[in-house]
């Protein structure tokens, strides 16, 4: 087994180029049909992102990208986080991080 990965959440505007085009390389492997137009696109009207990082390569091996709302229930105003697009690579699948 792969040495555990390292999460952090990441503002969408302090990712690198690098990080950016990994993510999409991700993307692409696990589901089709994903253009990197498409996906920088969504990544947009994201405001974070949890990246799953090697700690010994600092490479990206996985994300899930976040996006806050607020809205309205009654009188009460309300806080949540929407997880949107999640992916890790195989190999560090049933890792809990």
Same mark, same amino acid.
């Not at 309205?72 to 190999?91: A, M, N, P, Q």
């Given at each position: 087994?792969?040495?555990?990965?390292?999460?952090?959440?990441?503002?969408?505007?302090?990712?690198?180029?690098?990080?950016?085009?990994?993510?999409?390389? @991700?993307?692409?492997?696990?589901?089709?049909?994903?253009?990197?137009?498409?996906?920088?696109?969504?990544?947009?009207?994201?405001?974070?992102?949890?990246?799953?990082?090697?700690?010994?390569?600092?490479?990206?091996?996985?994300?899930?990208?976040?996006?806050?709302i607020?809205?309205?229930?009654?009188?009460?105003?309300?806080?949540? @986080?929407?997880?949107?697009?999640?992916?890790?690579?195989?190999?560090?699948?049933?890792?809990?991080?």
């Open positions: 087994m792969h040495k555990r990965l390292t999460a952090a959440i990441v503002p969408i505007a302090n990712l690198s180029p690098t990080q950016t085009l990994r993510m999409h390389a @991700i993307m692409q492997q696990y589901y089709q049909h994903f253009t990197q137009e498409e996906f920088l696109r969504d990544l947009q009207v994201k405001d974070d992102v949890i990246l799953l990082t090697n700690p010994m390569t600092m490479r990206v091996e996985g994300f899930s990208t976040l996006k806050k607020e809205f309205v229930s009654g009188k009460r105003k309300l806080r949540g @986080i929407f997880s949107g697009d999640t992916v890790i690579e195989r190999e560090y699948w049933g890792q809990r991080v």
